[in-house]
């Protein structure tokens, strides 16, 4: 289809039950269309998603990561979750590049359970945007060194 | 009779407050009718978009309590619905009821929603205000509660279609209105508000002009699942506005037309739509708010109304405006209105109205079927004392009905109201409820996995899009998937019943529903787990309609794919999962207060009623607090002298209640259910007692000031000090002036006193009243006389009280001079320097935290404000929680307030600790964290991460090693991310769990 002969991206995304994974649900309930690329995972909280998480995914051959929680500063439910969030994602961004990972397949998103409309645009977004990459460098690292 | 009372409560109106109190009363063990007109609860919050101060998305916190509400075993939601008639009396009613029909079998309905999508006929909606269309079968909002359709006959063709769409076979064209009868032992009112028919104020516009619009349309439109999805666009033309008015009391202050009282919310809502709005649109938006007073008076409000003056840039005129033009051709608004004394005009390309409250519409019509009295504008007439009694013993009242108010104070007094009708109703606690028994749980440990997958078609919203029988083909082959088939609907009442069959036929020891949301629906599969024997954490969900079938609506293949790839991978979680131990917790049925002034003492008796112990706690020897010092009310509805005696002699007659007077706490240690306190009595012995909630009800104390001559003369005094010689009949003078917010909404103290306007107002007409012919000014910042207290701000004015603003920039001299006192100040409506010479000078003294918060703070590990009041757990719906369980808080240590508020805090209190104290032993939630104590290393990171003090550091064989209080642990896995060691496992999200998810839902596994 796109650039990088079809090439369709795979994207993880971890989600936090109460805000994002709800923002997800309303995506869905109002209809809102987005592309098909993305794989969720729901967590409690966004400040339960270890960085070794994002790492294993990329590892595994995912080509976008997507961590996504309340918004700031008040909206986590577990008060301070997502400001952790915030602190190992944007560390982990900038090590990504040391294992030859571009940063931007990394999102960090605050979605809340009435942005519906916004879950579907960052997957849009994000889709868009990694199919421009092209495919999760260390999968082609991969086939080379088979 | 007391064996005749009846341990259910009906509770009328769905809204928050309504369902505040239904949770309250379920969960601490009484039987609960919700009932609410409308097709489903939620009331005008789940209208709102956000919610000030914190501008929470109002949806995302009201959400978990719909859902909660909707499945409580203890609480039968009744929507559709009105009350006809009331017999009986306090423990024992017996209340008559209409149920108007839906036109739909509500048992049947599963809330798929086809026939919404086939319906051919528009209707307007009108929970989006009338800005969108909605078919003629329909449910008011996505997350509806309950989630059943329900046909408007008014619009409804007849023509079949729903009919014939309905695989559950739920519609039905002829069904009829039923009648009902219940026997409860209380009730309590919840029914809310009316929003105030802008059409009245026809020199606004509203429905000539279309882009003028109310405040609650307005929430719509920028409600992300509102109209316009969440853009600010103008009605008329869809155009992105730049310039918006917004314009403040409208239907409220407005003696003409008969609504005298402030509606008490609406400057906030306003000031937080003009923030919002300037979020959700891209070009710079320029938002004014005309208002008469901004009576930002509640916690951390002015704060806010800072910030949107400074960071947000909102304009503020002091103004009414007179009157809205619209310029034909544009269809822009002018807004004519008068500042400093010069009539003005601006253009605008909207206008939003700040409507006000109105009693409910039925509120005469409810009034007559139960037999309670309302007030002269028609809400629920409640005393300053007693603000959730009705007129009629056994019936309560909360929310906007006893008159307008905000969310977090309609919580509060839901969970107040609660309290009260369980202290009619306490002797049955339990008496109507069932305690739900499970078989015993069948041992796993041994067993290889073996995984049944259940997939539903949802009707056709998953099947008509995903090929269901390919993915339950797919699930077959997984690894360890040993049953896999397709459901119609698998939430139906059969399938519970298939569900269970099958997991004792083929042995299935790990449970699968692909389907909807988990966050409606993964309580139900749990339980129907537990009925089949086996640990409820051993189900899990996945969502192929959210996430594939009505977002892919157009790409069959790729949603199939998608399902398939989410089945595997959650397939691969399944495989691990363990089963997990809900904690149990022995509960002491006794409450520690601390505090013993009006709010410590209602709830001390509150509870007392209900059979708890009390330990009272008061640093003073005296009890009563702030109380003592006050002679009467603004609402002389009753004797405060009185009241505080009648209180002392309940507190200290009641045997439930221990009271320590010239005492202090100076020790807490455990948790929820298992306290050990210290408490040092007046002669230095320390007592150590045993309870299972601590209530945090400390007080605060006037400020003592430093300006205004304040210490250096006698003739400036504060208006407690006023309201002293005023009772004791010491005060003589001639001219008087009072000076508001002192000490208060300056650079220190950047928040509103609340309290010191009414007190102000109550002084003054009591000195009009003792001596007419003495002038006074009242130096007002602007006045906050919110809700009822409007009245008697009037009352002042027209009894020839002063009332003159002033700025931060202008602010009143006082000087002595010769023996005279001179007070200056500038008087903007005569645009002139005044000065006269009163013979009392009376500051308004700010309202300060109680000294001791900080080291009580401490003690308890919970928070405090910046300006050192105690900080709840969420400023909207959790006000008299901590974040803390177990531990709550109430009256001024929480933030200023009048002694009706307070009150409602102290009985609320009460409601919220029954839920713990009520119970033997507490089940926590089984998803916590776990140490491995061999991997600990002590390092601590987990201890300062938790935001609960879930983790404390014991000694384990000269090892310090992390230990998880399963009581306070909330399982947000905070700590388990951050562990290095990895010695924290987090139960249902083990790394190992979500690891395999994530490799799963990325790579093919071989079997
Ligand atoms: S719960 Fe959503 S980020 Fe913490």
Redesign the interface.
Known sequence: MSEKNGFEPKIIGFLCNWCSYAGADLAGVSRIQYPPNIRIIRVMCSGRIDPAFVLEAFKDGADGVLVAGCHLPSDCHYISGNFKALRRITLLKKALAEFGIEPERLRLEWISASEGDKFAAVVRDMTEQIKKLGPNPLKEMEVKSQ | MANQKIGAVLVIGGGVAGIQASLDLADSGFKVYLDDQAPSIGGVMAQL?KTFP?N?????IL??KLVTAGRHPNITVLTNVEVTRLNGEAGSFEVKLRKLSRYIIEEKCNGCGICAQKCPIEAVDTFNEGLSNRSAIYVEY??AVPLKYKIDREKCIGCGTCFEVCKAKAVAYDQKDSEATLKVGAIILAPGFEVFDAKLKSEYGYGRYPNVVTSIEFERIL???GPY??LVLRPSDGEIPKKIAFIQCVGSRDYQLGNNYCSAACCMYGMKEAVIAKEHTPSPLDAKIFFMDMRSYGKEFDAYYKRAQGEWGIQFVRSRVAGVTEDPKTQNLFVHYVEDETPKTEEFDMVVLSVGMQPPKNAEKLAESLGIKLNGYKFCETQAFSPMETSKPGVFVCGAFSGPKDIPESVAQASGAAAKAMGVIASKRGAEVAVKEYPPERDVSLEEPRIGVFVCHCGINIGGVVNVPEVVEYARKLPNVVFAEANVYTCSEDTQKLIKEKIVENKLNRVIVASC???THEPLFKETVQEAGLNPYLFEMT?I????S??????AK??T??AK??VR?IVAKAKLLAPLKKPLINVTPVALMIGGGVSGMTASLALADQGFEVHLVEKEPELGGQLRRIHYLLEKDSDPKEKLDALVEAVTKNDKIRVYKNAEVVDVYGFVGNFKSKIRQKDGEEKEVEHGVVIVATGAAEYKPNEYLYGKDPRVVTQHELEEKLASGAFQAKTVVMIQCVGARNDERPNCARICCGQAIKNALKIKETSPETEIYVLYKDMRAYGFKEDYYREAAVKGVIFVNYGDERKPQVKAENGKLLASFWEPVLNEQLEVEPDLIVLSAATVPNPDNKKLADMLKVPLTKDGFFLEAHMKLRPVDF?TEGIFLCGMAHSPKYIDESIAQACATAARATTILSKKTLEMEG?VANVSEDLCSGCRICEY?C??GAVEMKDKEGKTVAHVLEALC?????C???CPTKAIV?GH?T?DE??A???A???EVKT
């Open positions: 978009d914190t929470d998305c109002s949806m995302c959400s978990p996505p997350q409600s992300a699942s999805g969440g949301t988990p966050r969502n309609r959210d996430q594939c009505w977002v892919h609506m157009h790409d790729e949603a794919e998608k790839d989410l991978s974040a998803i991460l935001p609960y909330k399982g947000c896995g905070a388990g991310t951050a987090m999200f790394t979500i690891l998810q994530v490799k839902a990325l790579v």
